[in-house]
């Protein structure tokens, strides 16, 4: 996977935003194909990354994302302590994008499992 070798290409030369930035996308690309583990991996590299950097805003994208991608693996408690530490970041910074974990959090935990109906 291209993306894969770029991150480790950044990694390896010390660009560590550009290897933030493309983990993240990963993390993305992976939630989006259904691989959760792989795609929170992804996340908690970027995390890291981003950590190091000081880089806030970033910082609770990641974490919102990796919510998203330990709810959909089932993972709700993790999901929304990652939810909840993108919503306390977002605030910090006075962002509106402090919206989306913020509304996530309003919703009752529900597995992804049950959330569909299933029999009674």
């Known amino acids: 996977?291209?993306?894969?070798?770029?991150?480790?290409?950044?990694?390896?030369?010390?660009?560590?935003?550009?290897?933030?930035?493309?983990?993240?996308?990963?993390?993305?690309?992976?939630?989006?194909?259904?691989?959760?583990?792989?795609?929170?991996?992804c996340y908690r590299r970027a995390l890291a990354l981003h950590r190091e950097l000081g880089d806030r805003y970033d910082e609770a994208e990641v974490l919102d994302n990796l919510g998203d991608s330990l709810q959909a693996a089932g993972d709700l408690d993790a999901a929304r302590r990652a939810w909840r530490e993108a919503l306390t970041v977002f605030d910090e910074l006075r962002h509106p994008d402090a919206d989306r974990p913020r509304l996530k959090l309003a919703v009752p935990a529900v597995p992804a499992a049950s959330a569909g109906g299933g029999e009674p």
Not at 9 to 29: K, M, Q
């Open 1 to 41: 996977m291209p993306a894969l070798i770029s991150a480790r290409l950044h990694e390896e030369t010390g660009d560590r935003h550009g290897a933030a930035l493309t983990w993240d996308s990963l993390g993305y690309v992976r939630h989006g194909l259904g691989g959760q583990d792989r795609a929170a991996d």
